[in-house]
């Protein structure tokens, strides 16, 4: 597939078609990280998933005497069900 560098406002930018994303599992709105080797421009799908933070990796960062409990947040003000 070829495509052009295009300018946009001061940045430049490509244009992906869809099946190229879906093909690297990155959708619109994912972030990625951009290197450069060997002159190559790497595109790679980023740590974050979607932008949300893997639960795996947030939960190794918890404190290992953590215990949860419950949190009071008042009466219902609305419709919620309790």
Known sequence: MQTKIQKWGNSQGLRFPKH???????????TVQVSVRDRRIMIEP???IRGRYK?????AKMPKKYEPREEGWGRPVGKEVW
């Open 55 to 59: 639960l795996k990796d947030l939960v």
């Open 20 to 30: 190229v994303l879906e093909e690297a599992q990155i959708a619109v709105g994912d």
């Open 46 to 48: 980023a740590a974050k």
